[in-house]
Protein backbone atom coordinates (compact mmCIF):
# COMPACT_ATOMS: atom_id res chain seq x y z
CA UNK A 1 0.00 0.00 0.00
CA UNK A 2 1.55 3.63 -0.74
CA UNK A 3 1.79 5.66 1.93
CA UNK A 4 3.81 8.59 3.77
CA UNK A 5 4.45 7.38 7.29
CA UNK A 6 5.24 10.19 10.10
CA UNK A 7 5.97 9.05 13.70
CA UNK A 8 5.58 10.40 16.39
CA UNK A 9 1.91 11.42 16.25
CA UNK A 10 1.68 12.90 18.77
CA UNK A 11 4.52 14.47 20.99
CA UNK A 12 4.65 16.81 24.14
CA UNK A 13 7.73 18.57 25.02
CA UNK A 14 9.72 21.60 26.38
CA UNK A 15 10.91 24.16 25.06
CA UNK A 16 14.65 23.95 23.87
CA UNK A 17 14.35 19.86 23.81
CA UNK A 18 15.92 18.74 20.63
CA UNK A 19 13.64 16.40 18.60
CA UNK A 20 13.04 14.79 15.61
CA UNK A 21 10.27 14.10 13.28
CA UNK A 22 10.48 11.20 11.09
CA UNK A 23 9.02 10.56 7.89
CA UNK A 24 8.90 8.07 5.28
CA UNK A 25 7.57 7.01 2.05
CA UNK A 26 7.55 3.50 -0.10
CA UNK A 27 6.29 5.23 -3.55
CA UNK A 28 9.90 6.14 -4.93
CA UNK A 29 8.61 9.78 -4.99
CA UNK A 30 12.07 12.09 -5.94
CA UNK A 31 9.86 15.03 -3.73
CA UNK A 32 9.49 15.60 -0.61
CA UNK A 33 7.73 18.19 1.48
CA UNK A 34 6.88 19.16 5.31
CA UNK A 35 4.10 21.56 6.18
CA UNK A 36 2.93 22.22 8.99
CA UNK A 37 -0.88 23.36 9.58
CA UNK A 38 -2.59 26.01 12.07
CA UNK A 39 -6.12 27.07 12.93
CA UNK A 40 -7.20 29.85 10.19
CA UNK A 41 -3.77 29.88 8.03
CA UNK A 42 -4.41 26.25 6.28
CA UNK A 43 -0.79 24.47 5.43
CA UNK A 44 2.23 26.55 4.81
CA UNK A 45 5.60 24.78 3.84
CA UNK A 46 8.40 24.40 5.95
CA UNK A 47 11.01 22.77 4.01
CA UNK A 48 11.08 20.46 0.77
CA UNK A 49 13.26 18.57 -1.34
CA UNK A 50 13.46 17.72 -5.11
CA UNK A 51 15.89 14.32 -4.36
CA UNK A 52 18.81 12.69 -2.39
CA UNK A 53 20.95 16.00 -0.79
CA UNK A 54 18.86 18.27 -2.16
CA UNK A 55 16.93 20.49 0.54
CA UNK A 56 16.10 24.29 0.53
CA UNK A 57 13.55 26.12 2.43
CA UNK A 58 9.58 26.84 1.96
CA UNK A 59 7.75 29.85 3.23
CA UNK A 60 8.47 29.15 7.00
CA UNK A 61 11.92 27.33 7.77
CA UNK A 62 12.98 29.02 10.81
CA UNK A 63 13.46 27.03 13.90
CA UNK A 64 13.54 23.96 11.73
CA UNK A 65 16.78 21.94 9.84
CA UNK A 66 15.75 18.96 7.17
CA UNK A 67 17.80 16.12 5.75
CA UNK A 68 17.51 13.84 2.93
CA UNK A 69 20.30 11.19 3.18
CA UNK A 70 17.95 8.59 1.34
CA UNK A 71 15.46 8.79 -0.81
CA UNK A 72 12.48 7.12 1.05
CA UNK A 73 13.48 9.44 4.52
CA UNK A 74 13.17 13.22 5.16
CA UNK A 75 12.83 13.79 8.89
CA UNK A 76 12.44 17.26 10.56
CA UNK A 77 14.62 18.40 12.76
CA UNK A 78 13.49 21.20 15.66
CA UNK A 79 16.84 21.85 17.23
CA UNK A 80 15.69 24.18 20.44
CA UNK A 81 11.53 24.39 19.79
CA UNK A 82 9.34 26.74 21.23
CA UNK A 83 6.14 27.56 22.10
CA UNK A 84 5.63 28.89 18.39
CA UNK A 85 6.18 25.88 16.77
CA UNK A 86 3.23 24.24 18.66
CA UNK A 87 1.43 23.10 15.25
CA UNK A 88 0.31 20.41 13.53
CA UNK A 89 2.73 18.80 11.26
CA UNK A 90 2.51 16.78 7.94
CA UNK A 91 5.04 15.18 5.39
CA UNK A 92 3.75 14.94 1.95
CA UNK A 93 5.85 13.75 -1.28
CA UNK A 94 4.58 14.01 -4.50
CA UNK A 95 5.41 12.49 -8.36
CA UNK A 96 4.11 15.27 -10.20
CA UNK A 97 3.49 18.92 -9.08
CA UNK A 98 0.77 19.83 -6.69
CA UNK A 99 -0.41 16.05 -6.29
CA UNK A 100 1.03 15.37 -2.45
CA UNK A 101 0.81 12.50 -0.78
CA UNK A 102 0.35 12.77 3.04
CA UNK A 103 1.03 11.32 6.61
CA UNK A 104 -1.34 11.61 8.85
CA UNK A 105 0.01 14.11 10.71
CA UNK A 106 2.31 14.67 13.88
CA UNK A 107 0.51 16.89 16.28
CA UNK A 108 3.39 18.81 18.53
CA UNK A 109 3.16 20.79 21.54
CA UNK A 110 5.71 22.72 23.23
CA UNK A 111 5.45 23.56 26.31
CA UNK B 1 2.31 36.71 -4.10
CA UNK B 2 -0.43 33.76 -4.58
CA UNK B 3 -3.22 33.19 -2.44
CA UNK B 4 -6.05 31.36 -1.77
CA UNK B 5 -9.27 33.01 -0.28
CA UNK B 6 -12.14 30.28 0.56
CA UNK B 7 -15.32 31.00 2.30
CA UNK B 8 -15.27 30.79 5.69
CA UNK B 9 -17.03 28.10 7.59
CA UNK B 10 -18.40 25.38 9.37
CA UNK B 11 -20.74 24.80 6.67
CA UNK B 12 -23.88 22.46 7.73
CA UNK B 13 -25.98 20.71 5.78
CA UNK B 14 -28.52 18.05 5.43
CA UNK B 15 -28.00 15.42 3.86
CA UNK B 16 -28.33 15.11 0.44
CA UNK B 17 -28.07 18.88 -0.02
CA UNK B 18 -26.27 20.85 -2.67
CA UNK B 19 -23.30 21.97 -1.73
CA UNK B 20 -21.16 25.10 -2.71
CA UNK B 21 -17.85 25.81 -1.13
CA UNK B 22 -16.50 28.98 -2.94
CA UNK B 23 -12.55 29.74 -3.96
CA UNK B 24 -11.25 32.03 -5.29
CA UNK B 25 -7.57 32.43 -5.97
CA UNK B 26 -4.60 35.05 -6.79
CA UNK B 27 -1.96 33.96 -8.88
CA UNK B 28 0.95 35.88 -11.03
CA UNK B 29 0.69 33.30 -13.60
CA UNK B 30 -1.21 30.34 -14.90
CA UNK B 31 -1.32 28.13 -11.87
CA UNK B 32 -2.99 24.45 -11.51
CA UNK B 33 -5.98 23.98 -8.88
CA UNK B 34 -6.66 21.81 -6.34
CA UNK B 35 -8.91 20.50 -4.20
CA UNK B 36 -8.15 18.67 -0.81
CA UNK B 37 -10.10 16.84 1.86
CA UNK B 38 -9.00 16.20 5.46
CA UNK B 39 -11.15 13.10 7.56
CA UNK B 40 -10.63 13.70 11.06
CA UNK B 41 -7.41 12.56 12.32
CA UNK B 42 -5.92 12.32 8.74
CA UNK B 43 -3.54 13.41 6.28
CA UNK B 44 -5.08 15.84 3.45
CA UNK B 45 -6.33 13.69 0.26
CA UNK B 46 -6.26 15.29 -3.21
CA UNK B 47 -9.83 15.10 -4.47
CA UNK B 48 -9.73 16.31 -7.63
CA UNK B 49 -7.64 19.09 -9.74
CA UNK B 50 -7.96 21.58 -12.85
CA UNK B 51 -4.96 22.54 -15.00
CA UNK B 52 -6.14 25.12 -17.10
CA UNK B 53 -9.06 27.50 -17.76
CA UNK B 54 -12.38 26.05 -18.49
CA UNK B 55 -11.08 22.48 -17.28
CA UNK B 56 -13.51 20.71 -14.66
CA UNK B 57 -12.11 18.22 -12.16
CA UNK B 58 -14.22 15.70 -11.17
CA UNK B 59 -14.01 12.43 -8.25
CA UNK B 60 -16.65 11.35 -6.10
CA UNK B 61 -19.34 12.79 -7.08
CA UNK B 62 -17.45 16.49 -6.41
CA UNK B 63 -16.76 18.88 -9.34
CA UNK B 64 -14.74 22.25 -9.53
CA UNK B 65 -14.48 24.76 -12.99
CA UNK B 66 -11.61 26.62 -13.67
CA UNK B 67 -12.49 29.86 -14.31
CA UNK B 68 -9.68 32.27 -15.26
CA UNK B 69 -12.24 35.18 -15.72
CA UNK B 70 -13.20 35.08 -12.21
CA UNK B 71 -9.93 33.42 -10.84
CA UNK B 72 -12.53 31.05 -8.82
CA UNK B 73 -12.40 27.25 -8.20
CA UNK B 74 -15.68 26.51 -6.62
CA UNK B 75 -16.26 23.01 -5.50
CA UNK B 76 -19.75 21.64 -5.71
CA UNK B 77 -21.42 18.30 -4.96
CA UNK B 78 -25.26 17.59 -6.05
CA UNK B 79 -26.22 15.15 -3.33
CA UNK B 80 -23.91 15.38 -0.05
CA UNK B 81 -23.89 12.10 2.22
CA UNK B 82 -22.79 12.36 5.83
CA UNK B 83 -19.40 11.01 5.18
CA UNK B 84 -18.61 13.68 3.56
CA UNK B 85 -17.99 16.03 6.59
CA UNK B 86 -14.37 16.96 6.41
CA UNK B 87 -12.44 19.93 5.91
CA UNK B 88 -11.82 20.99 2.66
CA UNK B 89 -8.77 22.65 1.25
CA UNK B 90 -8.83 24.69 -2.10
CA UNK B 91 -4.63 25.08 -2.74
CA UNK B 92 -2.45 26.12 -6.16
CA UNK B 93 0.48 25.62 -7.96
CA UNK B 94 2.92 27.85 -10.46
CA UNK B 95 4.98 25.60 -12.47
CA UNK B 96 8.36 26.22 -9.93
CA UNK B 97 10.78 24.03 -8.65
CA UNK B 98 10.17 24.70 -5.14
CA UNK B 99 6.42 22.81 -6.21
CA UNK B 100 4.70 24.20 -3.16
CA UNK B 101 0.90 24.34 -2.78
CA UNK B 102 -0.58 27.72 -1.19
CA UNK B 103 -3.47 26.66 0.59
CA UNK B 104 -6.61 28.21 1.22
CA UNK B 105 -7.52 28.16 5.54
CA UNK B 106 -9.98 25.28 4.95
CA UNK B 107 -13.98 24.93 4.93
CA UNK B 108 -15.20 22.98 7.10
CA UNK B 109 -18.16 20.92 5.88
CA UNK B 110 -20.69 19.12 8.54
CA UNK B 111 -23.57 17.09 6.96
CA UNK B 112 -26.12 15.81 8.84
CA UNK B 113 -28.68 12.95 8.66
Known amino acids: EAQVTQNPRYLITVTGKKLTVTCSQN?????MSWYRQDPGLGLRQIYY???????DKGDVPEGYKVSRKEKRNFPLILESPSPNQTSLYFC??????????FGEGSRLTVL | GDSVTQMEGPVTLSEEAFLTINCTYT??????LFWYVQYPGEGLQLLLK?????DKGSNKGFEATYRKETTSFHLEKGSVQVSDSAVYFC????????????FGSGTRLQVQP
Open chain 1, 92 to 101: ASSLEAGELF
Open chain 1, 27 to 31: MNHEY
Open chain 1, 49 to 55: SMNVEVT
Open chain 2, 27 to 32: ATGYPS
Open chain 2, 50 to 54: ATKAD
Open chain 2, 91 to 102: ALTEDTGRRALT
